[in-house]
């Protein structure tokens, strides 16, 4: 059966449009499944003024059996068979007879109980009661109220329609009404509309100037970009934030073509985009990589006869243009240089001091990392660029446009004739920001990122600041995501705790929590992070645990650790040998730690496990070192048969202490050792339980 929702709205910002979407897909999700109602389909649709929720569903319930259980048997029964007074009450009780009772058999033992069968509802009794559940667990960064008794919501609600199988559902939310008619677009045909199925829904509305499915939104405005750049031989500059908030922000898209003067080109297209996208939405237009004297912008119109809202953009944009080149123009009269004094009027943060402080901080921070990356050619630079990336705080052309932070830094270098090495590094320094954005392509960039990333989150981890659900309010999940990022995608190697404990010492008093407890949250916080950064890379998630729980030190090592994993679950030998080493921890298991003695080998089969033992660790500890980790694995598969041996022929909890725990001994020696490539034992096999999902 078809069902469709749609909840009419006044118009919605386009972070809401995109979060009620997520959100109304999980909810209905779940609620239908609670409802034992089967989902074949469900999706979500609509525009910045009607959310709209489509699903093919069954027609009903699926039937339920439940398993009512009474008193045990042996005190249901006497002792010649015959139903005692336990019995017959829990009949009564139920209002059924004890004819009708039988004997369940449970891991608990048998009782005495019956089978209660539940037909299920029809979808058209269950949806008016899951539709008011829905509607009242979606949520918003700010929600409005409108009227007494309306209750809030991203934006005051205006209609809902909720049809199954084109005949409308009854039910009530709030005092929202609820109707069985659409309508179509406010300013250019704004009519009741009734309609029967989704096709007929969005047919309707086309005619009545709304496209409500977003990709042919999308597409009308990339196609409709296209023509009219296609004589100029020109593209769209790419902005996919952009494109995808204006999907969402218009319900009828119309693509305009304008111009600005050409004394604009003076600036970079870095900025002319900037003021155009902030400014009023609007894309810039290249041509081979070149800013042109163009711009598209898309309104929520069926036509601009007049050109009148071409005309608004050019005014306001030629204002805002003249703007721009002129703080270009006076920020430049201020070296760089001569700004780094003046980073300490600015706060970075109330308890962590000033960008001058924090200027410091990165200078000795890109030192610290240079040295530990081998990196000592670099470090004029990187320390030039550490001295210098933080001073476009101090520019107008930031002040007006702040999400040009770091790129205005950079062009400013590159105009006042900075080696390029150093723009280049400040003008990347925030990337990423987030798990889809490149990281730095330079290394001066990816260690200045590093340090400033590192910076802002040891300070904030350091005060106390905690995280929990979706609430993020200083970004340290992003910081986090960024330093991962940067030391996979540049294959670096380093030790995360030190730069974490250098940069506890840099901050000298300033943080809350003490070294340890510092150190602490962060790498549990990295952990968690990784996780998810693997999880996301579609990593299992026991491989995952296994490679996370020998430690994150080096997080590029822990990833070669995984992905040795990944490539050697298949092999005949992975198993086999996963099994062995779940064997040698259970014998391990409670055991203190006992010293190694090679003199104590007695028997022959004890013999030849420590003299395989020594030839695979010593070829396959430079493996490890060097992240060879599937190489290691495969040496380290050969000590399968000396273990088998091992047990076979060895009792290893003999009587005499000395060999007891000399061959403890070397079983805590093997252990180690193979924690260094994989912890095995959280490797779940095929067939067993997935009962370790997300255990660390």
């Known amino acids: 059966m078809e069902f469709l929702l749609e909840i009419m709205t006044e118009e919605m910002p386009y972070a809401h449009v995109k979060l009620a979407h997520d959100q109304l897909i999980n909810l209905f999700r779940q609620e239908l499944t609670e409802a034992r109602i089967k989902i074949k389909e469900l999706r979500t649709s609509g525009t910045c003024r009607r959310l709209v929720v489509v699903a093919d569903i069954e027609e009903k319930q699926s039937d339920r059996e439940d398993i009512i259980l009474g008193p045990p ?3 249901a029964f006497t002792e010649d068979n015959k139903f005692t007074n336990a019995a017959f009450g829990f009949a009564r009780a139920h209002n059924i007879s004890v004819e009708d009772l039988e004997i369940i058999s449970t891991p608990k033992g048998d009782y005495l109980g019956f089978k209660k069968k539940e037909e299920g509802q029809p979808a058209k009794k269950i949806l008016p009661e899951v539709i008011p559940r829905v509607l009242s667990s979606l949520s918003f960064p700010k929600m409005m109220r409108w009227n007494e008794g309306m209750g809030r919501f991203s934006r005051p609600v205006k209609n809902l329609m909720a049809l199954l199988d084109g005949e409308p559902l009854q039910f009530a939310y709030l005092d929202w009404p609820v109707r069985p008619f659409t309508f179509g677009h406010r300013f250019h045909s704004p009519l009741q509309l009734t309609v029967k199925s989704w096709k007929e829904y969005i047919d309707a509305l086309r005619k009545n100037k709304v496209i409500v499915e977003p990709e042919e939104r999308r597409r009308i405005i990339l196609e ?12 769209l500059y790419p902005d996919d934030e952009l494109l995808e908030r204006l999907v969402n922000d218009v319900e009828h898209p119309f693509v305009i073509l304008g ?14 985009s900037t003021v155009l996208r902030e400014g009023q939405k609007l894309f810039s237009v290249t041509r081979q990589g070149k800013q042109l004297p163009l711009f598209v912008g898309v309104a929520d119109q069926i036509a601009d006869p007049k050109f009148l809202i071409r005309q608004g953009y050019e005014r306001v944009l030629k204002a805002r243009l003249e703007d721009a080149l002129f703080f270009w123009e006076q920020d430049l009269k201020v070296p760089l240089k001569e700004r780094v004094d003046q980073l300490a009027r600015i706060v970075f943060q109330e308890k962590l001091g000033t960008y001058l402080e924090k200027t410091e901080r990165l200078k000795k921070l890109v030192v610290f990392l240079g040295q530990q990356l081998g990196e000592k050619e670099i470090l004029k630079t990187s320390l030039q660029a550490a001295e210098l990336c933080k001073t476009d705080l101090l520019t107008e052309m930031v002040r007006e446009f702040p999400s040009l932070q770091g790129k205005v830094g950079g062009l400013y270098c590159r105009v006042q004739n900075y080696p390029p090495s150093v723009a280049k590094a400040i003008y990347e320094h925030y990337q990423p920001q987030s798990l889809d954005e490149p990281s730095p392509s330079s290394l001066e960039g990816a260690i200045l990122a590093l340090a400033d990333k590192i910076d802002s989150l040891v300070g904030a981890i350091g005060l106390g600041a905690e995280i929990s659900g979706s609430g993020d309010p200083l970004g340290l999940r992003r910081y986090a995501h960024g330093i991962c990022k940067i030391i996979l995608d540049h294959r670096l190697r380093l030790s ?16 809350c929590l003490n070294e340890k407890e510092t150190v602490e949250a962060c790498l549990g916080f990295f952990t968690q ?6 999880e996301k890379n579609g990593f299992r998630y026991d491989l995952i645990n296994a490679s996370l729980q020998t430690g994150i030190d080096d997080i590029y090592l822990s990833f070669l650790r995984l992905k040795a994993l990944e490539e050697l679950k298949s092999s005949p030998a992975f198993e086999p040998f996963v099994l062995m080493v779940r064997r040698v921890n259970n014998i391990l298991r409670g055991q203190p730690v006992f010293k190694f003695n090679e003199q104590l080998l007695k028997e022959k089969a004890e013999k030849e496990l420590q003299a395989a033992f020594e030839i695979v660790k010593e070829n396959a500890l430079p493996l490890i070192q060097q992240g060879e980790f599937s190489k290691a694995q495969k040496i380290v598969f050969k000590l399968q048969s000396p273990l088998n041996n091992f047990f076979d022929k060895v009792l290893v909890m003999v009587e005499d202490r000395k060999l007891r725990q000399n061959r403890l001994a070397l079983l805590h020696n093997i252990r180690d050792f193979l924690f260094k490539i994989a912890d095995f034992s959280q490797i779940v096999l095929a067939g067993e339980k997935e009962n370790q999902k997300g255990k660390a």
């Open 496 to 511: 995360l705790t030190k730069l974490i404990r250098k940069s506890i010492h840099l901050y000298g008093e300033k943080l």
């Open 259 to 272: 111009s600005f003067p050409e004394k604009y080109l003076a600036l970079p297209i870095e900025i002319i």
């Open 224 to 235: 409709g970009a296209k023509k009219l750049l296609e004589p100029y031989g020109a593209q």
């Open 529 to 534: 992070r990784l996780r998810f950064i693997y």
């Open 73 to 75: 048997k042996k005190v």
